[in-house]
């Protein structure tokens, strides 16, 4: 099963995306600010990282910073998602690494959407 990380300081939003994706059949792990998800990474790989952008502590490009100092974690598909809709807020999270970008409130169908691209990038990588 898919593991999938959500960093998100909302509980809300970090609730509900993870009993969506629960019904979609992913196995999710949560946390409520980046410090704690850089824990979880290392601790408990997942598959995938869903990541707020600002969020107390440790924001999303911080967290995506850390994990390129780990070679096996910075092959993790990595997504932000924020309420930050600007064409430049998006182009610099791209340009951090990250594998793709959502604005809140986003459609469960562009979620999963998101979430099949990049693992389908990860296989079709790891058979080259």
């Not at 970090?14 to 999710?28: D, P």
């Not at 601790?43 to 107390?56: E, F, G, H, K, Y």
């Not at 959502?102 to 990860?122: G, S």
Request: with cysteine; glycine share 6%.
């Amino acid at each position: 099963m898919i593991s999938i990380l959500i960093i998100e300081d909302n509980n809300d939003i970090r609730e509900n995306t993870s009993e969506l994706l629960e019904l979609e059949g992913y196995a999710t792990l949560t946390a409520s600010n980046g410090k704690i998800g850089l824990e979880k990474i290392i601790s408990n790989v997942p598959d995938l990282i869903l990541c707020d952008l600002r969020m107390p502590e440790m924001d999303g490009f911080t967290v995506l910073s850390h994990l390129g100092h780990y070679p096996h974690l910075k092959r993790i598909p990595f997504v932000f998602f924020s309420a930050k809709s600007e064409k430049l807020e998006i182009k610099t999270g791209i340009d951090a690494g990250a594998d793709g970008y959502l604005v809140k409130p986003f459609e469960l169908e562009d979620l999963l959407t998101i979430i099949e691209k990049c693992i389908i990038k990860v296989k079709s990588s790891s058979l080259q």
